[in-house]
């Protein structure tokens, strides 16, 4: 099976910016959504960003303006663009993509870190 692989994870400065990618390890077919959860320790895995096929995007309330979300349909890759980072941004975030007769594949999971 086709695994997502995430990277560019890290620890960083309040008020910095990090760019995560998340790209599948071999070639896949039939993606229709993707996008990014997040899970800080001791709270449940929550919705950061999606964006579909076509380009329309949604983002949770806490990183709307912050936070970028987009994708390359010829790697079949998804990218978070995240500015102005909080020390509360910080948490395991894990990409996804719905697949065509699969279902939702989930990435390993990248941690991001923002401290002083």
């Known amino acids: 099976q086709v695994q997502l692989v995430e990277s560019g994870g890290g620890l960083v400065q309040p008020g910095g910016s990090l760019r995560l990618s998340c790209a599948p390890s071999?070639?896949?077919?039939?993606?229709?959504?993707m996008g990014w959860y997040r899970q800080a320790p001791g709270k449940q895995r929550g919705l950061v960003a999606d964006i579909t096929s076509g380009g329309r995007t949604r983002y949770a309330d806490s990183v709307k303006g912050r936070f970028t979300i987009s994708r390359d349909n010829a790697k079949n890759a998804v990218y978070l663009l995240m500015n102005s980072l909080k020390p509360e941004d910080t948490a395991v975030y894990y990409c996804y993509a719905d697949i065509a007769f699969q279902g939702r594949s989930w990435g390993q999971g990248t941690q991001v870190t923002v401290s002083s």
């Open positions: 071999g070639t896949i077919f039939g993606i229709s959504a």
